[in-house]
């Protein structure tokens, strides 16, 4: 009988999850109710869908590991085929979802990982809007509010 082996998921993959775990938790913690965990849409995933009050939150979540003397950023990590993804997945969950009705609100939180715990949790709401997201020459975040919870 063959054995086969069962194929680990890559590093940064696994790394990912996490980040998405801890972030799930934090939100959670911060009252929000979460319906959604990588929410496969065809324009792109969404990593977390929650509610907060009568708003849906879209979150999008960034891991990286900590560096020795080098601060990580994780909100640089987004590209901007990446944003202009997760805009039109936003619209597709609006419609999907019959959310045209109900306000969205979209988040960003960083997840900087040390060696087995997070060192670095951050949320920012209301990360983007649909104008200045999309602007390619602009700075594309607009950091309205900051909740850090470790570091």
Not at 62 to 91: G, N
Request: one cysteine or more; proline letters at 3%; charged letters at 35%.
């Amino acid at each position: 009988m063959p054995v086969t082996l069962k194929k680990r998921k890559a590093e940064h993959l696994r790394l990912g999850e996490l980040g998405e775990k801890i972030a799930a938790r934090f939100l959670s913690s911060q009252g929000m109710e979460i319906y959604f965990r990588n929410l496969k849409l065809e324009a792109a995933q969404i990593d977390i869908v929650a509610r907060d009050g009568e708003a849906f939150v879209i979150v999008e979540v960034k891991t990286l590991r900590a560096r020795k003397d080098v601060e990580v950023r994780p909100e640089l990590q987004l590209h901007q085929a990446q944003k202009d993804r997760l805009l039109d997945a936003v619209s597709e969950f609006r419609r999907k979802y019959h959310a045209e009705d109900f306000p969205i609100r979209c988040d960003f939180v960083e997840v900087v990982m040390g060696r087995f715990v997070p060192v670095k949790v951050i949320r920012h709401e209301n990360w983007f809007s649909h104008k200045s997201f999309r602007k390619r020459n602009s700075v594309p975040f607009s950091l309205k509010t900051q909740k850090r919870i470790i570091g």
